[in-house]
């Protein structure tokens, strides 16, 4: 036997579900000019940021292999590099302040630290040669 409260309760259910399910179907439309507005941002970020400097370090063996922030494994032996904000697949070049050697690494990672701009992989950091000294002042701008 169905109890009455039951029923009531049941219909009271399917009676609040009925927008939620109306309604998912269709998806929400972007505002007219929005799509433009993106790539006009995204093209004005690249010649309003001129760079900046400060402090990297790097990363490897632990990570090698874990996913990154944005989705790809970490290579340590990869140019690659995290950065508190920029956008991922950002190519920037990292060059070291004291010897002026640089290398062009690509974003791909986040990095949480307030004391540092960067963490380079493991390759990247190599080839600036910082490897020794494990933290260096460096200066980023665009590639």
């Known amino acids: 036997m169905i109890r009455p409260y039951f029923v009531t309760f049941a219909a009271g259910a399917a009676l609040m579900l009925l927008p939620v399910a109306a309604s998912a179907d269709r998806a929400p439309r972007p505002k007219p000019g929005t799509e433009r507005q993106a790539e006009a941002s995204s093209e004005n970020f690249r010649f309003?940021?001129?760079g900046q400097n400060g402090k990297a370090s790097y990363y490897g063996k632990a990570h090698h292999g874990k996913r990154t922030a944005s989705g790809a494994r970490f290579d340590q032996n990869a140019m690659t590099a995290a950065h508190p904000w920029l956008p991922f697949g950002t190519r920037i070049r990292v060059t070291h302040a004291a010897t002026g050697r640089s290398v062009v690494v690509v974003i791909n990672?986040?990095?949480p630290s307030k004391r540092r701009v960067l963490d380079l992989s493991?390759?990247?950091a190599q080839a600036l040669g910082?490897?020794?000294q494990g933290v260096a002042t460096v200066e980023i701008t665009l590639a």
């Open 48 to 50: 309003q940021w001129a």
């Open 109 to 111: 990672d986040r990095l």
């Open 122 to 124: 493991l390759g990247a």
């Open 130 to 132: 910082i490897i020794r």
